[in-house]
C-alpha cells in the first residue's frame, strides 16, 4: 500500500476549478484487498463489469464478451452470489448469454428490480442493432428473459446508465435521442398483469451547451444527476460536431404533470479543470463527487482526477490528480463511499505495473488540509487487469472486477474492506 498526499486548493479561473498539483509518496502494506473469484473464460463473462449489488449481499454484473464460444462477442448478464458460510467460496451464475445478432450482443448495465427481478441491457443488437432492454426472473429453477424495449435509435442508442426505483427504471444512453447525442429515459412497468412496460424519453441532448453523449446517472432525492463526455463550454473537441470537455447536469421532477427540467450544472474547461465527469457519488452535503476523465481527455497530470462537485454557485475543486505510473492512470473510472468521508475507487491503468490500481481516498484531518491518497493494490497479471470499477456491496464491503488476466486470463473479482 503506497500513500500519496494532495493539497487541496480553490483557485478558480473564469469560473473553473483548477487542479491542484500532487506531491510526495510513501509505502507500507495494507490487508484490505482480497481476490474472491477468477473468471474462467468462455462460456462465461469475459470483460466482465460489475455493475450494482443487493442487500443480500448479491453482486450484478455483465460481460462484453464468452457466452458462448462460437460467437467472440455475445456477453453475458451474471451475478455472483456470496459464499454460504465462512471461509466458503463464491460462485458465478448466468443469468443470459446474448445471442448476438438480431438479439442482443455484449452486456451493459444489470441492476436489481423488486420481487428478485432484475433488469438489464444489451448495448447493441435488437432489431435496430441499438440495443434493449430485458427482465430477468427466477422459473422453475430457471432465469427467464423477456424482451421490455428496443431501442430504434431515435429513441436512445448504447444504453450505458441504469437505475432502479420501486419498479421504475431510468437510464442513459450514449448516442440517440432526438439530436443523437444521447439521452434520458425512464420506463414505467405494466399498469396491470401481462402488460408491456413503456419508455418515455425525458430529455435528449442537444451537443450545444448542455453537454453531448452522458456517462451514466444517479437518482438523488428525486432528481437525476450525471455527466456527459462532450457538450458544454470547454474548448475540448474542436472541429468535432459536438465540440465542449463535457457537463455535469440534473433533471428536475415536474411539479405537477409537466415536463422534467434540465439544468447544467458545471461546464468543464479540460486541461487542469479535467473533463468527461463520471461515476458521481452523493457528498452528503448537497454536493456531489466525481471522477473526470484523463489520459489525452484531461486532468493536470493527463492521467484523470478525482473531484468535489458542490453548491452555491456549482463549482468543482480538486481532490486528487493521477500521474500515471507508479500512481494510477488512464483515467478513474469510478469511486464509492467508503465511510468517513472516504472514497474507494480503481484506474484502469497507471500503477507499479501499468495495469491498473484500487486506491483510497481520506479526507484531510483539518479544513483545508491534504486528501490523502493510499493505493490498496497494484493490479498485477494473477491478481487481475483493467479493472472496470467498483460497486457498494452489503455491509459497507466494496466489490470490482478487473476485465482481464489472472490465471484464464479472462478477469478477476476482488473485495475491499474499508
Known amino acids: 500500500m503506497r500513500t500519496r498526499h494532495v493539497l487541496v486548493t480553490s483557485l478558480l479561473l473564469l469560473g473553473s476549478a483548477v487542479l491542484a498539483p500532487s506531491c510526495g509518496r510513501a509505502q507500507s502494506s495494507d490487508p484490505t484487498f482480497k481476490l474472491i473469484y477468477t473468471f474462467p473464460g468462455a462460456p462465461g463473462a469475459i470483460l466482465a463489469k460489475f455493475w450494482s449489488a443487493d442487500n443480500r449481499g448479491v453482486i450484478y454484473g455483465s460481460g462484453l464478451a464468452g457466452g458462448d464460444k462460437e460467437c467472440a462477442y455475445c456477453g453475458t448478464v451474471f451475478l455472483m452470489q456470496p459464499p454460504a458460510g465462512s471461509g466458503g467460496s463464491w460462485s458465478q451464475v448466468t443469468i443470459y448469454v446474448f445471442p448476438g445478432h438480431g438479439g442482443g450482443s455484449e452486456g451493459g448495465p444489470v441492476v436489481p428490480g423488486p420481487n428478485h427481478v432484475v433488469f438489464g441491457a444489451s448495448l447493441y443488437g435488437g432489431p435496430s442493432g441499438c440495443g434493449e432492454l430485458y427482465r430477468f426472473q427466477q422459473a422453475g429453477g430457471a432465469w427467464k428473459e423477456n424482451v421490455i424495449h428496443n431501442f430504434t435509435c431515435t429513441d436512445g442508442s448504447y444504453v450505458n446508465g441504469l437505475v432502479s426505483a420501486g419498479g421504475v427504471l431510468y437510464g442513459t444512453t450514449a448516442n440517440g435521442g432526438a439530436f443523437g447525442y444521447g439521452e434520458i429515459f425512464q420506463v414505467n412497468p405494466p399498469a396491470s398483469g401481462g402488460g408491456a412496460y413503456t419508455l418515455t424519453v425525458l430529455y435528449s441532448f442537444t451537443g450545444g451547451a448542455d453537454g453531448a453523449n452522458p456517462t451514466g446517472l444517479i437518482l438523488w432525492n428525486g432528481s437525476l444527476y450525471g455527466g456527459t463526455t462532450g457538450g458544454g463550454a470547454g474548448p475540448c473537441n474542436t472541429g468535432q460536431p459536438s465540440p465542449g470537455c463535457g457537463t455535469i447536469w440534473q433533471l428536475a421532477p415536474p411539479a405537477s404533470g409537466d415536463a422534467w427540467t434540465e439544468s447544467t450544472l458545471y461546464s468543464f474547461a479540460g486541461g487542469a479543470d479535467g473533463s468527461s465527469p463520471t461515476s ?81 481516498l481520506s479526507p484531510p484531518a483539518v479544513s483545508g488540509g491534504a486528501w490523502t491518497e493510499t493505493i490498496v493494490h497494484d493490479f498485477g497479471s494473477k491478481s487481475g487487469s483493467n479493472p472496470s470499477g467498483v460497486v457498494m456491496g452489503a455491509k459497507g464491503v466494496v466489490y470490482g472486477a478487473t476485465a482481464q488476466a489472472g490465471s484464464s486470463n479472462a478477469g478477476t473479482a476482488f473485495r475491499i474492506q474499508p
Open 280 to 360: 458521481l457519488v452523493a457528498d452528503g452535503g448537497g454536493g456531489f463527487y466525481g471522477v473526470a476523465c484523463g489520459a489525452s481527455c484531461g486532468s493536470a497530470a493527463g492521467q484523470g482526477a478525482v473531484f468535489q462537485l458542490t453548491p452555491g454557485p456549482w463549482t468543482v475543486s480538486p481532490l486528487y490528480t493521477f500521474g500515471g505510473q507508479p500512481d494510477g492512470g488512464q483515467g478513474p473510472n469510478s469511486i464509492v463511499p467508503a465511510g468517513s468521508g472516504a472514497l474507494v475507487g480503481t484506474t484502469g491503468g497507471g500503477g507499479s505495473y501499468n495495469h491498473g490500481t484500487a486506491f483510497l
